[in-house]
């Protein structure tokens, strides 16, 4: 019960003051099983690139964290080819540092964190962690393309289908500036009046 009434609290708060370059929703009713997005931050090679996750919700939840994996392959030495995390706060103590009082949303700011610094003395990937160590150019190269590759294919996928929203837009917006116009241009020169004196 406790879990059902977080997760609802939590989703409507994702969906109303979500933090930057996050998404998240429910998948098909699941309410344990959600979907989230992260946005490639600037200045990193996984910039422009449209991650999704999984978020499976565990009966125990907020007493037991979500279990979280990437879908969208990523180059990164601390998330591996099964798009398994390795971060502190998605695991139990001892060895973790999840907390109930943590929610799913601080989970998904501290993966954007993690991509955008990664941290290769603690690897699943351990070439990529070495890469990223002691070749910094060629782990940037290889994470650049692999967004290329792999993250912005989505954003291709779905542009046809966001086009001809946008026609269909730009039509009716289109007649409601041509019914604007006609009086834009008083407004225009009043500005300028305005300015001038």
Known sequence: MQRASRLKRELSLLATEPPPGITCWQNENHLDDLRAQILGGA???????IFNLEIVVPERYPFEPPKIRFLTPIYHPNIDSAGRICLDVLKLPPKGAWRPSLNISTLLTSIQLLMAEPNPDDPLMADISSEY????????????????????????????LGEKVNQSERSTA??????????????????????GS
Do not use: C, H, M, V
């Not at 994470?143 to 954003?155: H, I, L, P, V």
């Not at 289109?174 to 300015?195: F, P």
């Open 43 to 49: 200045d990193t090679p996984y910039e422009k690139g």
């Open 133 to 160: 160590k002691y070749n910094k150019q060629l782990f940037l190269l290889n994470a650049k393309e692999w967004t290329e590759k792999y993250a912005s294919q989505q954003k291709r996928a779905s542009e046809p």
């Open 174 to 195: 289109n007649d409601a500036t041509a019914q604007k116009r006609k009086g834009s241009d008083i407004s225009k020169k009043e500005k300028k009046s305005r300015l």
